[in-house]
């Protein structure tokens, strides 16, 4: 068997989600016991807790929701590159000596150790230069173990302006912690939700 590394956070009660978003809830609609032969829950969550695929439709008002993307870009090789320490932004010059052979797919680790228990108001995010760097080179997915691509306080997104006139896919809040830098295949396909700006995944790399 390859070796799988999950790169996804655990999602519950307590997940963090950016400030204002619907957190992880759960309750039991039944529950194991006398006449009852099952435990069913009921779910409430934002689409963007925990790691997730946002949809053109989250940057757009014309873009697609999520359950009508091609699966293709969130499914064969990556990179994992490391940019620990290297300021709010990542700029191509962050990337530039790891793009001798660059696969389609670059997930970038930014975290010492991803806060998956709370949130965070400063964390890293890439600058728009960069998304159109590696666009220009063929990557059609790029992904972060931060809550967005863009800074948190930024209400004009042009990193997700990026991503949607280069129409790149686009994964976040992943965890890269104990992920060495180098090539593998990705495996995080979004879940088939036909009206949703964004979705779920279960990311996991797996050794080449």
């Not at 996804?8 to 039991?28: E, I, K, L, N, R």
């Not at 104990?178 to 964004?198: H, S, T």
């Amino acid at each position: 068997m390859k070796r799988l590394w999950d790169i996804s956070p655990p999602v519950a009660s307590g997940s963090p989600v950016f400030p204002g978003d619907t957190p992880y809830q759960q309750s039991w609609t039944a529950e194991l016991g006398p006449g009852c032969p099952v435990n069913v829950s009921r779910l409430t969550l934002s689409p963007h807790v925990g790691a997730h695929a946002d949809a053109p439709l989250h940057y757009a008002a014309e873009g697609q929701a999520v359950g009508r993307l091609d699966l293709a870009p969130y499914l064969g090789p990556c990179r994992v590159v490391h940019c620990l320490g290297r300021g709010p932004l990542i700029r191509p010059e962050d990337l530039a000596p790891h793009a001798a052979g660059m696969p389609p797919r670059v997930l970038v680790r930014t975290f010492e150790r991803a806060p998956v228990d709370r949130w965070v108001d400063e964390f890293a995010a890439y600058a728009p230069e960069t998304l159109e760097w590696l666009a220009d080179r063929g990557v059609i997915l790029v992904g972060i173990d931060t809550a967005s691509v863009d800074p948190a306080p930024s209400k004009t997104l042009d990193a997700h302006q990026v991503l949607r006139r280069r129409d790149l896919r686009v994964l976040e809040n992943l965890v890269l912690d104990d992920v060495p830098q180098g090539d593998y295949e990705l495996i995080a396909l979004p879940l088939k939700l036909m009206e949703a700006d964004a979705s779920p995944v279960r990311a996991v790399l797996r050794e080449l």
